[in-house]
T-cell receptor, first 116, second 113 residues
Framework: KAGVTQTPRYLIKTRGQQVTLSCSPI?????VSWYQQTPGQGLQFLFE???????NKGNFPGRFSGRQFSNSRSEMNVSTLELGDSALYLC???????????????FGEGSRLTVL | DQQVKQNSPSLSVQEGRISILNCDYT??????FLWYKKYPAEGPTFLIS?????DKNEDGRFTVFLNKSAKHLSLHIVPSQPGDSAVYFC????????????FGTGTKLQVIP
């Protein structure tokens, strides 16, 4: 089955602009999580959505927001971009329910954001 | 507050030898621990996991050991192969956080032919 698809793969923005990233999960997966990867910081959790509701949120400022649609596709938005927002943004999907889930996430290839 | 820590940013190992990657955690609510592998320009892929009620899980060349009293886990790769060169992330599932998974900072493994 098709994997997690993220668009765009690469983008360049300037400070103060805003950006929207998109993620299509694996078919049948209802949970979508977003992570930010920067050198030395690993993967930092942004938020997780299930059935159009945000269930978990990481320690990021309110400039970072997201949403999930009824078809489980998700978008994240970063407003008023800062130089420090330059990073690889990764989306991951998982079934979303079921006590047997052990933590396995399926990641997309990421969206590389550069802020100038 | 880094709840999952990987203190070694990089590791070099000769082909055929053992690679040992280490990870420490602080949150007692973690109930599953996982290792992911990441190649450049790709997303992380799941490698192996272990439940907090076990102390060892093995899958082919990969073995994960968990020392719950020390809040420490390690990944052993035997024998190491050049294709294993990648960044390895330790991760943990929070039993109280729906589907929240916390990752470490990663260890870049280089296997030298």
């Amino acid at each position: 089955k098709a994997g997690v698809t993220q668009t765009p793969r690469y983008l360049i923005k300037t400070r103060g602009q805003q950006v929207t990233l998109s993620c299509s999960p694996i078919s049948g997966h209802r949970s979508v999580s977003w992570y930010q990867q920067t050198p030395g910081q690993g993967l930092q959790f942004l938020f997780e959505y299930f059935s159009e509701t945000q269930r978990n949120k990481g320690n990021f400022p309110g400039r970072f927001s997201g949403r999930q649609f009824s078809n489980s596709r998700s978008e994240m938005n970063v407003s008023t971009l800062e130089l420090g927002d330059s990073a690889l943004y990764l989306c991951a999907s998982s079934p979303g329910t079921g006590g047997s889930w052990t933590g396995e996430l399926f990641f997309g290839e990421g969206s590389r954001l550069t802020v100038l | 507050d880094q709840q999952v820590k990987q203190n070694s940013p990089s590791l070099s190992v000769q082909e055929g030898r053992i690679s040992i990657l280490n990870c420490d955690y602080t949150n007692s609510m973690f109930d599953y621990f996982l290792w992911y592998k990441k190649y450049p320009a790709e997303g992380p892929t799941f490698l192996i996991s272990i439940s907090s009620i076990k102390d060892k899980n093995e899958d082919g060349r990969f073995t994960v050991f968990l020392n719950k009293s020390a809040k420490h886990l390690s990944l052993h790769i035997v024998p190491s192969q050049p294709g294993d060169s990648a960044v390895y992330f330790c991760a943990a599932r929070d039993s109280g956080g729906y589907q929240k998974v916390t990752f470490g900072t990663g260890t870049k493994l280089q296997v030298i032919p």
